[in-house]
C-alpha cells in the first residue's frame, strides 16, 4: 500500500536556526515527489518537485533533496515568514495525490 | 501554472441543507479533482471529476452525498448534500495537466452547525 509519512509533526524554531523536516514514503513506481506549503485556512501552495534519487530544488531558504526511501525539506536561517504547514505527497497510478499528515513550523523572532 | 479560483470561499450552513461550491481555471486542463481537509488533518482525495462524464469517486465517498459535475475542462462544481457536523472541512479542488504536478485553489471552508 503506498504510504507517505512526515516528521516531526510539529517544528519550533528560533529565527536563524536551521533544521529539516523528513517525508518518507512507500510507493510502487515512484511518479515524482512533491512538497507544498500550506499556510491556515488556505490551499497548498506548490513548492516542489523532485523525480529521482540525488535530485534537488532549491527556492529562497528552503531546499529539498530526496533518496530511494525519502526526501527532506531543508530550512536554512528561517524567518518568522516561514511559518506554515509543510506537506509532501506522492501521486498514485494515473490519478491523484497521497499526502503526509504534515509538519507545522513556527519560526519565532 | 493554472490559476484557480473557488467560490464560496467560506459558508456557515445548517444541517440538512446543501451547499454547491465552484472551481473556475483560467486555462483548459486535463484533470480536475476535488480534496476534502477536516480541522487539523491532510488532505483526502473525494473524487476525480471527469469531463462530460461521471466523476470517479474514492472509497468511503459516494456520488448521493457529493455529487459533482464538469460540464466542460475549465470549470467543475462540487455539492455537500444532507449536510451534518461531521461536513465541517476545507473543501479544495486541484488539477493537473500532462504532468504529474498538481495545483490548488484557495479552498472553501464550510461550517456546518
Known amino acids: 500500500e503506498d504510504q507517505v509519512t512526515q516528521s516531526p509533526e510539529a517544528l519550533r524554531l528560533q529565527e536563524g536556526e536551521s533544521s529539516s523536516l523528513n517525508c518518507s514514503y512507500t510507493?510502487?513506481?515512484?511518479?515524482?515527489l512533491f512538497w507544498y506549503r500550506q499556510d491556515p485556512g488556505k490551499g497548498p501552495e506548490f513548492l516542489f518537485t523532485?523525480?529521482?534519487a540525488g535530485e534537488e530544488k532549491e527556492k529562497e531558504r528552503l531546499k529539498a533533496t530526496l533518496t530511494k526511501k525519502e526526501s527532506f525539506l531543508h530550512i536554512t536561517a528561517p524567518k518568522p515568514e516561514d511559518s506554515a504547514t509543510y506537506l509532501c505527497?506522492?501521486?498514485?497510478?494515473?490519478?491523484?495525490?497521497?499526502f503526509g499528515k504534515g509538519t507545522t513550523l513556527s519560526v519565532s523572532s | 501554472s493554472a490559476v484557480i479560483s473557488q467560490k464560496p470561499s467560506r459558508d456557515i450552513c445548517q444541517r440538512g441543507t446543501s451547499l454547491t461550491i465552484q472551481c473556475q481555471v483560467d486555462s483548459q486542463v486535463t484533470m480536475m479533482f476535488w480534496y476534502r481537509q477536516q480541522p487539523g488533518q491532510s488532505l483526502t482525495l473525494i473524487a476525480t471529476a471527469n469531463q462530460g462524464s461521471e466523476a470517479t469517486y474514492e472509497s468511503g465517498f459516494v456520488i448521493d452525498k457529493f455529487p459533482i459535475s464538469r460540464p466542460n475542462l475549465t470549470f467543475s462544481t462540487l455539492t455537500v448534500s444532507n449536510m451534518s457536523p461531521e461536513d465541517s472541512s476545507i473543501y479544495l479542488c486541484?488539477?493537473?495537466?500532462?504532468?504529474?504536478?498538481?495545483?490548488f485553489g484557495p479552498g472553501t471552508r464550510l461550517t456546518v452547525t
Open positions: 510507493v510502487s513506481g515512484l511518479r515524482g
Open positions: 523532485l523525480y529521482s
Open positions: 505527497a506522492v501521486p498514485q497510478a494515473g490519478t491523484a495525490l497521497i
Open positions: 486541484s488539477v493537473r495537466d500532462g504532468s504529474y504536478e498538481q495545483y
